[in-house]
């Protein structure tokens, strides 16, 4: 059975062609123009992604994926952000956004990132079958895959779904340097060129949270010109 994706913006020119290139994907796609009316039809009618517009009437998109995530509703969320809306964009993925897009964007691209948010859905649920995979320690850091828990020297650290999947890619190949670009396609499950920012903020954010000097890290390490990597200090831990 093809997937559901409810559409959520208040253009319909960007609506109808989001729809009509997400129909020609083979999914099937719904569309609604405010965020009162969305709210409804998310919390009710099974879908197994939103599109989520910012700036939307009766309710704004920040406020609407607030309360889906309070109220327990894991529906996977792709926002649309004006270019200029940083903050937004930080604070949606903070509250539970699971990926972003800037307006204008490329309609093949908006496919390309439907379809990598879906693939790792594919993957956990595999994963989820299979035998749960040991904790991971290093140094302070413990890491529970199957719990998708952290603990620095003992602490419960909150992270996002994406700020986890990040540190446990880095933690699994510890040493190891990757680009901005190749952590957009082993983490994120796309390598779009334009959209390395989006690694930044997620290493910034998840600095803040594990390290005790963001500033000096001792964990999660810049490698200048190249890249980042999770220090090989504490392999074999």
């Known amino acids: 059975m093809s997937r559901r994706i409810l559409v959520i913006e208040d253009n319909r020119d960007i609506a109808r062609l989001v729809q009509m290139h997400l129909r020609d994907a083979s999914y099937r796609v719904d569309a609604v123009e405010n965020g009162a009316d969305g709210l409804e039809r998310a919390r009710t009618d099974g879908y197994d992604l939103i599109i989520l517009d910012l700036m939307l009437p009766r309710l704004d998109g920040l406020e609407l994926c607030r309360r889906l995530r309070a109220e327990g509703t894991n529906t996977p969320i792709l926002m649309l952000t004006a270019k200029t809306a940083e903050v937004d964009r930080v604070l949606g993925l903070e509250i539970g956004a699971d990926d972003y897009l800037t307006k204008p964007f490329s309609i093949h691209e908006l496919v390309a990132r ?124």
């Open 114 to 237: 439907v379809n990598a948010l879906f693939r790792r859905i594919d993957n956990l649920a595999r994963s989820q079958e299979a035998p749960p995979p040991e904790a991971i320690r290093a140094g302070g850091v413990e890491i529970n895959p199957a719990t998708r828990s952290v603990t620095i020297e003992g602490r419960a650290v909150d992270l996002t779904a994406k700020e986890f999947d990040l540190l446990l890619y880095l933690v699994r190949h510890a040493g190891r340097v990757y680009s901005r670009t190749q952590l957009l396609d082993k983490v994120w499950g796309y390598g779009h060129e334009g959209y390395e920012h989006t690694v930044n903020s997620h290493i910034n954010r998840l600095r803040a949270k594990i390290e005790g000097s963001p500033a000096d890290p001792k964990y999660v390490l810049t490698v200048w010109g190249v890249g980042y990597k999770f220090t090989d200090k504490y392999t074999g831990d």
